[in-house]
């Protein structure tokens, strides 16, 4: 037809056509998640747009997505009733990378990443993924508020060119048509399967809140003459009635007080496979610097691989609805690697890679907000006055309280927060329970520091000599035993102003608990003990920095002390541990 134009691509586009056809086949499924996405997003446009004019719904308000499998012509077709576009609105849309961000993406990848689909398959291809599976792709599209002849027939084969013609085209929206290469359309790969076609779509969109729909099929027995009574024979047929496939509602979208514990129990399930209902969750819609919505859930059990540095961890990340990844571990910092749960925003690009994540300032906003909402979470679990919730945070505490140590060091912001939940035994009491605050309550007058001890476990800490004088004393001391505590404490000095002491390391100063007798005998001490002091530094020679006489010990004749800020004998044993 004279009417047929041709054009050839941006450079930018045809690059990214070559990466996605050499590099995503083992990701061709992501095919289906973007054409959905973008016929989603084609309506929401509409729907923004009708807000402002209500005729562009032409009689037709009912936004939906409808995938249609051929197998005769081997083809996929994805229609929609959305905006829709005119014949410059395809040109522009479909033959250029209208995004800035994705041409810089694709420019700082160097050639080994270009060549993984994994990375490629994440940063999201939108609507050049169907020429992965596709060698013909055909678009039909008619813009809302246009005549029907005002339609347009977009086509290529996805190498250098593409062809505009108009058409007319009665209803308003997009029919997308991918003709399927011959591995795509036989055999094991092959996507004329309307079962996988259902599947990818409920792996992928199930939360998108429109209707995605496929022909209903029905079984159909053969006719059978009368008399006949051999059991009749049949098979399964198309019929022309649609139904929809996806549930059409994230449980996140809705509002909590319409949410009843046993959904949010199910949606847990579903996402972690964890067996067990969680501890407890937290689900708002955060308005600020980004908007988005946290679904948040801490599980009753520590995993297996909590400590190790393979652990996966992170929230499933959604923008719009749109499923984009799994693990998404910018979302949350280290030390709250066992939260589960869903972040979904409308902020962000669709075609976010963890790459770009790591380095928006809007993800770490997002990630500034799940810590406080986790730690606010805690600590009202904490700080109940309910059995319940008292009952919920001890669990907690026993599965988790250790990965939270971290956060001491790793999140300074937030310091103050995590050492308030901090439950350890004491010298006093071998549960642990007692928190900084409450041993504040119980220190003894002029006592100017919080004491605490680092050992391999209680009983080594219990018959510590360092521990001497202050049972002599009466004085409590913190006795903290897991492996963590030693590394975190270096981040925690003070707690609510009152310095933090290790009674292991450097000189202890019991200020005015020591009386002046003590100090008196201590002073006299140094002098008549001199000698032996001389004799011992000189046999321990290298083996000992220094020797000296201490008022420490009440029972034991020596022990062995760190200087400040040197690696304790359980620090280094943490760290040969960890492989370092
Ligand atoms: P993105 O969705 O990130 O913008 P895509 O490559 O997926 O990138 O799509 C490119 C553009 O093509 C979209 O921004 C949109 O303008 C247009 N487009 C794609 N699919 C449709 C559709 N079904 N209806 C209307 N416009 C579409
Ligand atoms: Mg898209």
Redesign the pocket.
Same mark, same amino acid.
């Given at each position: 037809t004279p009417e047929l134009k041709k054009h050839t691509f941006e450079a930018e586009v045809a690059q990214l056509l070559h990466l996605v056809t050499h590099s995503l086949y083992s990701n061709a499924d992501i095919f289906v998640r973007?054409?959905v *996405?973008?016929?989603s &997003? $084609?309506c929401d446009k509409l729907r923004f747009e009708a807000t402002n004019d209500d005729s562009l719904y032409e009689d037709d308000g009912e936004l939906r997505i409808r995938i249609n499998v051929d197998k005769d012509a081997k083809t996929i077709t994805?229609t &929609?009733n /959305? !905006? /829709?576009?005119n014949e410059a &609105?395809a040109i522009e849309?479909?033959g250029t990378i $209208?995004?800035s961000g994705t041409k810089a993406f694709l420019d700082k990848l160097s050639e080994s990443q270009k060549q993984d689909g994994q990375l490629i398959g994440q940063f /999201?291809? /939108?609507?050049?993924s169907g020429f992965i599976v596709a060698d013909t792709i055909s678009v039909e *599209?008619r813009k809302a508020g246009e005549t029907a002849d005002k339609g347009v027939r977009w086509v290529s084969d996805g190498t250098g060119s593409f062809t505009v013609e108009p058409i007319t085209k009665a209803t308003r929206?997009?029919a !997308?048509t991918l003709h399927l290469k011959e591995e795509y359309s036989e055999g094991e790969d092959s996507y004329l399967d309307r079962g996988k076609i259902k599947r990818l779509v409920n792996k992928y969109s199930d939360h998108i809140s429109l209707p995605i729909q496929m022909r209903k099929e029905v079984w159909q027995e053969d006719e059978v003459e009368e008399g006949d009574d051999t059991p009749a024979n049949g098979q399964m047929v198309l019929t022309d009635e649609w139904e929809t496939i996806n549930k059409a509602s994230a449980l996140w979208t809705r509002s909590a007080s319409e949410i009843e514990d046993d959904e949010y129990v199910d949606f847990y399930k579903n996402i972690t496979y964890d067996m067990d209902a969680p501890l407890t969750w937290t689900h708002n819609r955060v308005e600020g610097r980004v908007q988005y919505t946290q679904l948040l859930y801490i599980p009753k059990k520590a995993p297996v691989d909590l400590y190790t540095r393979e652990q996966q961890h992170g929230l499933k990340l959604y923008v719009k609805r749109v499923f984009i990844m799994d693990e998404a571990e910018q979302l949350l910092p280290m030390y709250l690697r066992f939260v589960k749960g869903v972040i979904d925003s409308a902020d962000l690009?669709?075609?976010v890679s963890r790459e770009i994540l790591q380095e928006s300032r809007d993800v770490k906003s997002i990630r500034d907000g799940n810590a406080r909402r986790i730690l606010t979470l805690l600590a009202s679990l904490a700080n109940s006055e309910d059995s319940d919730k008292q009952e919920k945070f001890a669990q907690f505490y026993s599965e988790f309280g250790d990965v939270i140590k971290e956060g001491l060091g790793e999140d300074m912001g937030n310091q103050e927060r995590i050492a308030k939940l901090l439950r350890y035994a004491t010298s006093t009491n071998d549960k642990v329970e007692t928190s900084f605050e409450d041993y504040k309550g119980r220190m003894k007058e002029g006592q100017k520091a919080i004491y605490y001890l680092t050992a391999d476990n209680l009983a080594a800490a219990k018959n510590s000599p360092q521990l001497e004088l202050f049972k002599k004393k009466g004085i409590e001391v913190i006795l903290m035993t897991s492996r963590v505590d030693e590394w975190a404490m270096n981040f925690l000095t003070s707690f609510d102003e009152t310095p933090l002491q290790n009674i292991a390391k450097g000189a202890v100063d019991l200020g005015d608990l020591q009386d002046e007798a003590e100090k008196a005998e201590a002073e006299k001490a140094q002098e008549t003990m001199k000698p032996v002091v001389d004799k011992l530094k000189t046999a321990l020679g290298e083996r000992a920095k220094d020797v000296k006489v201490s008022t420490r010990l009440v029972d034991s004749p020596a022990c062995l002390v760190v200087g400040e800020g040197e690696l304790s004998p359980q620090m280094i044993q943490m760290l040969k541990q960890m492989g370092q």
């Open positions: 973007e054409l *996405s973008n016929a &997003d $084609a994805f &929609d /959305g !905006i /829709g576009m &609105d849309n479909l $209208a995004k /999201g291809v /939108g609507f050049y *599209s929206g997009t !997308i690009p669709l075609n």
